[in-house]
């Protein structure tokens, strides 16, 4: 029986979903502002507009050698986080007193945009493991914490939803007949 997903999860599936977009080619992160209930902006890593991407260049950071969590600022890529933040600015969107719905808990230099920007709550699914980032919130007082484990479902059966309602074949039957809507 088909379950209507809560407010949480679909906002986290929507984030799975921008992080497909991403032309990372070491982690794929996906992020959703939303303020008063409604989606204002959305985000993906990847390179800045107009530049090439990584899968076209390679990673720089596997070039360097850099490893994961280190030396952040040497990556083409900018984070879904500046994304969302950016793309809300450029078309200006206000994000104070918003909430951010991310795939992994934001770094050090996302946090500091989220704060800057006036964002009141980060929701992640996957830890990603930054000191400095975790203590730069909880002084900023902004609000940031974990998607439950228990709800984690609730994501792949919107995903799965999602699919059973989307195909190839436009001669299928997806309702009844002359409705458009269900």
């Known amino acids: 029986m088909y379950q209507r997903p809560d407010w949480e999860s679909y906002f986290m599936t929507l984030a799975a979903v921008a ?3 991403s032309t990372c080619l070491r982690r794929q992160v996906g992020a959703v502002i939303v303020r008063d209930g409604q989606i204002i902006s959305t985000g993906y890593n990847g390179s800045p507009k107009g530049t090439p991407h990584c899968f076209e260049t390679g990673c720089l950071r596997a070039q360097l050698n850099i490893p994961s969590g280190e030396r952040q600022e040497m990556c083409r890529g900018s984070h879904a986080e500046m994304n969302a933040i950016s793309q809300a600015a450029s078309v200006g969107v206000s994000t104070a007193g918003a909430v951010l719905y991310c795939t992994h808990s934001p770094c050090a230099f996302c ?7 006036g964002i009141v709550r980060v929701v992640y699914l996957y830890s990603y493991p930054d000191e400095l980032a975790e203590r730069l919130r909880r002084e900023a007082g902004l609000i940031s914490e974990r998607f439950p484990a228990e709800k ?4 792949l059966a919107c995903l799965d939803t999602a699919r059973e309602n989307v195909t190839i ?9 002359g409705c458009s809507c269900c």
Not at 111 to 117: D, E, P, V
Not at 169 to 177: F, I, L, N, P, R
């Open 19 to 21: 992080a497909t977009r």
């Open 169 to 177: 074949d436009d001669t299928q039957s997806h309702g009844k007949e």
């Open 111 to 117: 946090s500091k945009a989220i704060i800057n920007a």
């Open 152 to 155: 984690r479902a609730a994501i």
